[in-house]
Structures are given as C-alpha cells and as structure tokens.
C-alpha cells in the first residue's frame, strides 16, 4: 500500500482486497461487549475538517477510538482561505504537535494531495472528501457493503467485485463519491454505469473506465446494485435540470422503478438522502435500501484503512480471535 | 556615452556583422568595423534581436509592491532581453485615470532598465459598466494607447462596442481577456478530461472562443481594431485565421507557456501551473505553434504575473492565478518555435519585438538593427543550456513552472538605448 489514501485510484486489486478483507475482521469487533483494540494505543491521529461533516467525522472518529487511538477534532469552519490562515500552517501546527495521520476533510480538490506531497508533514494522510475529486474511503465502504450482500462476509473474503454490474444514479459531475466509486469498483473488476441527464455528465467521462446512460429504465434490469446519489438543491439554480419534479420523474427511484430491478439487487445512497426527490420513502425504507448498513461498515473499513496506514504488518485482529475461540 | 562595438554576432540569426552603438543609436552595422575609442564586446556565436517588447506584462504596483515594483520588474525585464513592456492596468487603484498610468510611466522613466508603456483599463476599476477616461488617459505624459481590462473580460456587448469606437478617435487599441464569465463561474482549470479526473471546475475552451468571435465581429462592425490577448485554444486560433481571412483589423498574442506546457501539468495540484486562461491539450498547444509560425497569431506576449510564495504555497483552489515569464519567454520560444524549426530567429524578431511594438506603437523599439536606429538590442547565447533556477530571477516573485527545468539560451546583454543594462547575463 502507498504511504497515504488519497485516491480510490491509487489502489491496486490487491490493496483494495486487502482493505476490504481487514474491514471483515475490525467488523467483528463491533459484535463484541467492549468494541475496542490496541493497535494504535499511543497514536495521535488528528481529523482536520475544513468543511462540515457530521457523518464521516464521526466515523473516522469512533474507527480511531476503536483502535485506541488519541483523537484531536479540529474543525475549520469555512474554508482556510476565509479564514486567513493557510493549510500549510495548520499542517505545521499539528506536524509541532507530532501527530501520527492526518484524516482530511477539505473542499478544494486536490488538498489532500498537496498535504501529503508539499513536505508540510510527514504523517500519513487520508482523504475523507476533497471538494469534486474523491472519497476513497467512502467508496470502500460501498465496496464492502456490496461484497458483504452480493457475496457474503465468509465467502467474499479474498474476493472482488469480478461481473458485478453497479449503477450510478445522479449528480455524477460534481460527486466526488462517484469518482472514487467508478475507480474502485473497476479495479475490483466490476462492470460500472453511470446514470445521469447529460448537464450532470462530466466532460471527457468517455475515458473512464465505465458506460454512460441516460436512461435510467433501461439499465436497472441489468443492476445488482444502484447507488443513488444526492443532488444538492443549490444545483437547480444553475439550469442542470428544469425542476425538482422533473429531476425526479426522470432520474428518481421510486417502488415501481425498483420492481424492474433483479430480485438480489441492492439500493445505495451514501447519505444523507433527499427523500422524495432522488428516492422515494418507500425505497429508502425497504429491506433493500443499505444505507444504515453503508454507515456501520464505513467504521469497519475506516478501522481498517487507519490499521493498515499506521499498524504493523502483522493481521489486525488474529490473535483476539483466537482468544475468542 | 561611450562607443560600444558587438563584434560578430549573428544579427537575426543569420548573417555575421558587428554592430558600432554610439551614444543612444546605432551608428553602423557590417563586417570589420573599426573598434577604435569602442568598448568591445566579443559576441561570436551569439544572436543579435531587437530589444524584445512585452504586450502584455504586470507590474503590480501601485498596489501589490509586495509581488513586483517596476523597479524589480523591468529589472527582470532587462534581464530577459526586453527593452520595453506594456504594464496591465489592473494595479490597486486600477489604471483608470490619466493619474495612475503617469505614475507608472514616471517610475519606468526613472528606474531606466525598461521603457514602461503603461496600459489604460477599458472600463472604471475594471467592472466592465462604464468607460474610463480613455481619451484622458491617451493625452496624459504616458500617451496611452492600448487599453485592457485584463484579468477580467470586457463582457458586456454593447460596452466592448463602445470602447472600439471611441479609441479609433486617437488610434487607440482595445485588448481582450476573451473569457465569458458566465462559463467559466468557479473555473480553476482548462476543462477536459483532466479537470473531470481531478474534480477542479473547468474553464471550457468556447468560453475564450465565443468571446474572441463576438469581438472581431464587433470590431468588423464598427471598423475598428482588436487584439486578443494570450490566446490558449485550437478554437480561437481558426476564429483569428477566419477574421484575418475576411480582412478584419484583428491581431492575437500567445503566452511562452501556452506553447510549451499542457494542463496534464495539474495533476500535481501544484499551483505553480495554474493560470488564466488555463493550460490547454496537446492539440492546443500545436495550434498555437503552428498559428505563431504562420502569422495567424502576430506576438508572444508574456502575461508575466508576479505573486508572492505564500500566494502559490497552498491549496489549488486558494492559489492566486498566474506565473512569472519576462526571465524565461525567449528561452522557451527557442526550445518551442526556433529549435522545431517553425520560426527563424529573424521571425522571433518580428513576433517579440517588431510587431508587438507596432501594435501598442511603441516609439523607437522593435527597429531594425541598422544604422541610425535606436540602440535597443539583445544579445542572446543560444547556445547555452541550464536549468531554470528562480532564486536568480530579478523579479521579486519567483512563482515559475519551470524551476528545475532545463531551458536552451541566456541573455547575455540588453541593450536601452545604447546603456547596456544587462552585461554578462547580470544586471548593470
């Protein structure tokens, strides 16, 4: 693995394997009374977010926890620039203060990318979303859940995603979740469509390692598992779409398009969903629907990312299992 | 003043001359002049060019002094082989007034490195809704007569008409930043399947096109003439050919960097490369060359564009827009035109010195090299290889993309009318 998680593009089958296969094993220790290992006991590790998140704060928080490590929360409100202080300064502020991995939320693409190359600090850095570029541990996360359904949490150990066909649903141009999906899913071998009106495609999109349709009915029949993903309102000012109600009509999942999907098939968001415009509460509530799921894996794999960046080679978990046994 | 003879230069690159400068002018130019009461100055091997003439540089001050003075930008000026440079109006106050442009003008006269020829903004501090006073600016001691609100675009329509007709009244020349604003809102990149990869807001190429389009149009409209500052696309390249085609009075620049570097620079992040407009494709990147070599594109115009470090050491998103160029713009013209063989050094004279001295009617600069014409020449060391080392530059600012980067040729003296202001590759 490389020193630092910035890309889902800088994984290799193997790495992604490896993650997914330790997220199995951190998974395990959720099921436990005290949800807690050693291996970073002593480790600082600082989440630095310049832009708001609750959900994967808190999940890289409790992943850190859970592997002991001591946790500082800087949060930025508003971005570096705003506030007059740069993000080389703050690396160097926490590179004084000696922490060991740096969990970067920023809303500038390519942050993340100039924190870990600049020579501002020399821990381990992980992207946690940099402006419409990645979120590679988001789409880890996506992996995992789809693997754990499609395969099962025994079975699909050592395995990837070889014939899955995925389907991305939305606002494709300014998703970073779906950058980092599209890459990842390819090198775990799946077959990956994005769905979405041609104002929302990005441009050169035919380079990408996936197809592009417009028409969401005719892919869905073909889907073992639709990813929706959330169209920020702010957008219809700009003439993406005509109208909400259009948007939804043409690109919404509601009860009759799920229906059209096969049986197995999985329905995704990566949260939080705008319910009755993307996905109707029907489809968000169903036993499909893995959004909560997505969520407590997030911690699994984020566990597993954190462990395998600042742990030792050794297998994470092993010898607690054996104990167990 | 002394006499100075450079003796046996290749003068244009072609034939070997020595050239006899006495006082401001140059008194003769052939084989086996006498060095008699002449300092010597050895130039076997070397080119001899007009002194070069920038269109299109920023100084900075008044305003920004922390990025570049005109002191410390003619300086690097000199330094580069230019003679004269046409400062950009958009300092702190903007060059809107016949005040500022004179204050400009006055510290280039002062400093001496450097004719500066100050340019007056089209519009009241750039804002695109009502005219400056041109005409003022025009009869003020810097006799302005070229005028640009670059950094921004003249977008409004019937503004851009305006300005066309009303600086025909003293000759004057209206040069547009061709970016329309409504198409590249949150721009950061050239937009293309880097910038999609990247997730960087992208600069698409018919927002510059559309622009340079609608101008020539207006200038065809009203019988005037326009010139397009630095442009980046295959696009406005075809649009240029077109209008030149159809007979209107249209001339373009091109930047050093927008031959040479592609925007597959950016997936450093390093906002060294970032620029406005953005760095283009391959396919740009050889219509421009091939649009400069074939005259479609007239001038290589720098877009020098000083920032402090703390401007360019941060984050993509936060980084200030622009490099520095008037040090490096003729050795990256050598390596991208004159050693590809698509311009002779005779035509690197008539795109870096003649025509852009016509087109902003620089008085005494871009002459032939010839007797009785003004001493304003560069001496340049094709030969030389090295690579780029900004803490050398004279310019305050050091934000280059080609630190570390081996450039072909040095200049090794400039020459102001006849005072030599940079002698063995270092500032007088």
């Known amino acids: 693995m490389k020193r630092h998680l910035i890309s889902a593009a800088d994984l290799t089958r193997d790495d992604a394997v490896l993650i997914l296969d330790t997220a199995e094993e951190m998974a395990r220790v959720a099921d436990r009374p005290i949800k807690k290992l050693p291996t970073l006991r002593g480790r600082t590790v600082c989440n630095l977010f310049f832009e708001d998140s609750t959900r994967t704060r808190i999940s890289f928080e409790a992943a850190e926890k859970r592997l002991s490590a001591d946790v500082i929360n800087f949060a930025a409100k508003g971005s570096s620039v705003s506030k007059g202080e740069s993000l080389k300064d703050t690396a160097q502020t926490l590179e004084a203060m000696g922490v060991d991995a740096v969990v970067i939320r920023h809303g500038a693409s390519g942050a993340p990318y100039r924190l870990a190359t600049s020579g501002w600090i020399d821990a381990p850095v992980i992207n946690a979303g940099d402006g419409t570029h990645q979120h590679p541990t988001q789409a880890l996360l996506d992996a995992f859940t789809m693997r754990r359904r499609l395969i099962g949490p025994d079975a699909g150990l050592g395995q990837d995603l070889s014939g899955r066909r995925i389907t991305l649903v939305g606002d494709v141009l300014h998703s970073r979740v779906a950058r980092s999906n599209v890459d990842l899913l390819h090198t775990l071998g799946a077959e990956v469509t994005l769905v979405a009106p041609p104002t929302l495609v990005p441009v050169g999109v035919e380079t990408w390692p996936c197809e592009v349709s417009y028409d969401l009915d005719r892919v869905l029949p073909k889907t073992d598992a639709v990813m929706m993903l959330r169209v920020q309102r702010e957008r219809m000012n700009a003439a993406f779409f005509p109208t909400e109600r259009e948007y939804s009509r043409r690109y919404g999942l509601d009860g009759e398009r799920m229906a059209r999907m096969p049986e197995h098939a999985l329905v995704m968001h990566p949260g939080p969903m705008v319910r009755g415009m993307e996905i109707t509460a029907e489809v968000a509530d169903s036993d499909r629907c893995t959004v909560v799921e997505q969520v407590a894996n997030g911690v699994s794999v984020r566990m597993a990312v954190l462990y395998l960046l600042l742990g030792g080679n050794e297998p994470a978990v092993t010898h607690t299992r054996t104990e167990e046994k | ?428």
């Not at chain 2, 006055?106 to 004719?115: P, S």
């Not at chain 2, 950061?188 to 990869?197: L, P, T």
């Not at chain 2, 421009?288 to 020098?304: K, N, Q, S």
């Not at chain 2, 202001?421 to 500032?427: A, E, M, N, R």
């Open chain 2, 1 to 428: 003043m002394s006499k100075i003879l450079i003796r046996g230069a290749k003068v244009l690159g072609g034939d070997v001359q020595d050239v006899l400068i006495d006082g401001e002018t140059i008194e003769a130019v052939g084989a086996g002049l006498s060095a008699e009461g002449a300092d010597v100055i050895e130039a076997e091997g070397k080119i001899l060019l007009p002194g070069l003439v920038d269109l299109h540089t920023h100084l900075r001050e008044p305003g920004r002094e922390d990025s570049e003075t005109v002191l410390t930008g003619t300086r690097a000026a000199a330094s580069g082989g230019y003679t004269a440079v046409f400062a950009m109006a958009n300092t702190f106050p903007v060059a809107d007034t016949a005040g500022v442009v004179e204050q400009v003008y006055r510290l280039g006269q002062e400093h001496g490195y450097c004719d500066v020829q100050p340019i007056g903004a089209v519009t009241v501090g750039l804002e695109g809704s009502k005219l400056a006073e041109l005409g003022a600016m025009h009869e003020s001691a810097a006799g302005v007569t070229v005028f640009s609100d670059d950094g921004k675009c003249v977008h409004d329509a019937v503004i851009m008409r305006r300005a066309l007709e009303y600086v025909k009244a003293f000759g004057g020349v209206v040069a547009q930043h061709a970016q329309e604003p409504r198409l590249t809102e949150g721009a950061q990149m050239n937009e293309g399947i880097v910038s999609s990869e990247l997730g960087l807001g992208g600069w698409p190429a018919v927002a510059e096109e559309s622009i340079i389009a609608r101008d020539v149009l207006l200038a065809e409209h009203v019988g005037s003439r326009v010139h397009i500052c630095h442009l980046s696309t295959a696009g406005s390249v075809e649009i240029v050919r077109w209008a030149k085609s159809r007979g209107i009075d249209v001339t373009a620049e091109v930047t050093p960097h927008h031959l040479l570097l592609t925007d597959e620079m950016v997936r450093t992040y390093n906002p060294v490369y970032k620029v406005n407009p953005p760095l283009r494709t391959e396919r740009d990147v050889m219509a421009l060359r091939e649009a400069l070599a074939d005259g479609t594109i007239d001038i290589v115009a720098t877009d020098h564009a000083p920032h402090p470090h703390e401007d360019k050491d941060c984050e993509w998103a936060a980084a200030a827009m622009g490099m520095v160029g008037l040090e490096t713009a003729l050795s990256v013209v050598q390596q991208t035109m004159v050693e590809t063989g698509l311009l002779t050094w005779a035509a690197v004279a008539d795109r870096m010195s003649y025509a852009p001295a016509r087109i902003g009617q620089a008085k005494g600069h871009g002459r032939p090299v010839s007797a009785g014409e003004p001493a304003n020449l560069t001496l340049l060391d094709s030969a030389y290889r090295g690579e780029v080392d900004p803490a050398g530059f004279a310019s305050r600012s050091r934000n280059t993309p080609y630190e570390g980067r081996e450039l072909p040729g040095r200049v090794t003296h400039t020459f102001l009318r006849g005072r030599a202001t940079v002698v063995d590759g270092k500032l007088a």
